[in-house]
């Protein structure tokens, strides 16, 4: 009985090991496909001959995008079927029924990462007055490639675990399956706060973009971010895009939190979570924007501290790229130490 059971585990592994490289290689192909459809009248063969670095940093994007999604949608399956405890409690109804899931969601995966990327791509067109994103790839605009590859990695990791979220209210927890017990096609409760959680986020996305092109166009007084972006300003772009992550990862941690207090207290009625909800956002954005001047100015100033004769700002409009990645990197740096100081913060806060 128990080499039965060896050879069925070394065989589910051998399965597990050859599907991951399956879905790998589709991967791949996706990202590449894609970046011709998005990326028109441009021979990309020839492109990436010529040495187009733009070119290689989109395409290298696609394939994050489409590569994260798709690991987070066939998670839940290969533990279901590829789990330790396989044997014990998977039927074949419940191995038919979590592949069937799995395409369909292999299917939302891939169009969400498409949505994403030609979201990204047109909201920043929209925004920077740029025509035509693939006239200026073929031009070799780093600036245009990094900051929509910047987008597309930031709303990606900004949604990757609602979107998990999402995902595991359509499988049934291990537990359940060890006692035999019979799960709903859906959770409900966890379906609803993951589409909750993933809405907040993109119109938190969407302003925190607002907000840094703003606050960057009052800091270089006398020119624009879109511009320099145009003008492949490679240090301004390193800036923007730092601070959008930087801010995003914030963000994302206070609407991952969501407190307990707010959804999961019974006695409450929707009045009441719907104020706690408003006051627990209001809270959030106006530290938010505390945190923005702060780290603005203090990444700035330490910057001065240290380097007296570098005029940051001039530097930056003179496209040093060494002075924009020293300064980007410090803006996370700095949001990364702070994130769980306001994370408590907001803990303590006393709800409705």
Known sequence: MMAI??????????????????????????????????????????????????????????????????????????????????????????????????????????????????CSTKFLLMLSGIIDESKEVKKGNISVSLILSSFMLTITYTLVSPFRLLIDSFFPPVEELKFGLQSHFINISLFLESILKIGILIVSFIYIFFISFFILNKIMKGTKVDKEIRKDNVSVTIIVSSLIFALMFIIKKLVIYLPDKIFLIEDLNMDTILLNMLFYFVVSFLILHIVIILNIFLVINSFRFVYKDINVIREIKLKKISIGLIIGIMIIIFNFFIADGILNFIKIIPFI
């Open 5 to 118: 059971s060896y050879y069925i585990n070394i065989l589910s592994c051998i399965v597990e090991f050859f599907l991951a490289i399956i879905l790998c290689l589709g991967t791949f192909f996706i990202g590449f496909k894609l970046s011709y459809y998005l990326l028109k009248d441009m021979d990309n063969k020839l492109e990436l001959k010529n040495n187009n670095i733009a070119l290689a940093i989109l395409e290298i994007s696609y394939i994050i995008v489409f590569s994260i999604f798709i690991m987070v949608t066939i998670t839940p399956t290969m533990k279901l079927i590829f789990g330790k405890h396989y044997n014990s409690y998977n039927s074949i109804n419940v191995l038919i029924l979590a592949i069937l899931k799995t395409v369909i969601f292999y299917v939302i995966s891939i169009s969400l990462s498409f949505l994403i990327i030609f």
